[in-house]
């Protein structure tokens, strides 16, 4: 089993850190390609970025796990924002502090990999960051479209256009009140008791799910808590994920997602925008974060994917 290495890299003034997966020597020899793994919205690199780092390492690629500014151990603030932009660039530097690793990673073979809400910011950073060479995504979800619409394969998680006007408003007065000296407001997205999951939630959506990997053994971390910094949403609001995704194009783009997944229609609007070269590869069965801890119907596809496009 691979043990990382921590490392840290900065990232538009904040200090980033993260677990640097490297390949053990009986493995594949991979041409020193490496892999930058983005988190999930409130994840840590501790968490399914970590596993699929490690996996990819064990495949033979130097592999990159790391906390998003604001987030687990990296620096920012306030905490727990989530700015799509900033995530974006986290995405983008990491591949830059990874092209400075001499002799144990090449350049010109990097690719990428997001997660959820990183499935989102992936596909964004690479559309005008042509270092990226291959790009992938697992469960992946525009964070953007999340907070203007919800859910929408979920009844009870969709967002209005007044519910959107109302969180826009809640946004904005948290930024007046920071003005003033006041508190950053933060909001606990999942709720630390499981009876206060709202009952009216799909059993199979993504919130329910998320309670059982966040909260509990399953993939539970001190540094993620599931909370967020209000003034985010307004950063969020009108930022989409995939509208440029032709710009990836001619690099190669793989979108993972499981068949019963909530958010599946998220990967099949953004293989939509997508050009040539394009897969979205379904794994049976399975829904949005029973991918996050459980690989074995995608992580061989994955590493064929990577390296077919970076080893050659
Ligand atoms: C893990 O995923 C595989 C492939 O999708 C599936 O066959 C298996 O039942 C899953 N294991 C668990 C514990 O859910």
Redesign the pocket.
């Known amino acids: 089993m691979p043990t990382p290495r921590s490392v840290s890299f900065d990232s538009r003034g904040i200090q980033l850190f993260g677990h640097l997966y490297e390949p053990p020597t009986a493995s594949a020899d991979r041409r020193k390609a490496a892999i930058v793994v983005g988190h999930p919205f409130g994840g840590v690199k501790e968490q399914t970025a970590g596993l699929h780092a490690r996996q990819l390492a064990q495949a033979g690629f130097v592999a990159l796990a790391f906390d998003a500014a604001y987030n687990g151990e990296s620096g920012g603030s306030p905490r727990n924002l989530e700015d799509p932009y900033q995530r974006a660039d986290d995405l983008r530097n990491a591949v830059s502090y990874l092209s400075t690793l001499d002799g144990a990673v090449d350049p010109s073979r990097i690719g990428v990999l997001g997660i959820c809400a990183s499935g989102g910011y992936v596909p964004f950073a690479a559309q005008s960051d042509p270092r990226m060479r291959a790009v992938a995504t697992v469960s992946a979800a525009c964070f953007g479209d999340l907070t203007r619409n919800g859910n929408l394969s979920d009844p009870a998680a969709k967002v209005t256009p007044a519910q959107l006007a109302g969180l826009l408003e809640m946004s904005a007065d948290a930024r007046t009140q920071v003005a003033r000296g006041g508190e950053v407001q933060r909001v606990q997205h999942l709720p630390d008791d499981e009876a206060q999951v709202p009952k009216d939630l799909s059993p199979t959506g993504m919130m329910r799910e998320a309670w059982d990997y966040y909260k509990t053994p399953r993939g539970q971390h001190p540094m993620s808590t599931q909370h967020e910094a209000v003034l985010g949403i307004g950063l969020r609001a009108n930022y989409d994920s995939f509208a440029f995704n032709h710009l990836i194009s001619p690099r190669p783009l793989l979108m993972i997602v499981g068949e019963n997944a909530d958010t599946r229609y998220q990967s099949e609007r953004a293989m939509e925008k997508a050009k040539e070269p394009k897969e979205l590869y379904v794994?049976?069965?399975?829904t949005h974060v029973g991918l996050y801890d459980?690989t074995?119907?995608h992580m061989q596809k994955l590493v064929d994917f990577m390296a077919e496009s970076l080893c050659k």
């Open positions: 794994v049976p069965g399975r459980n074995s119907g």
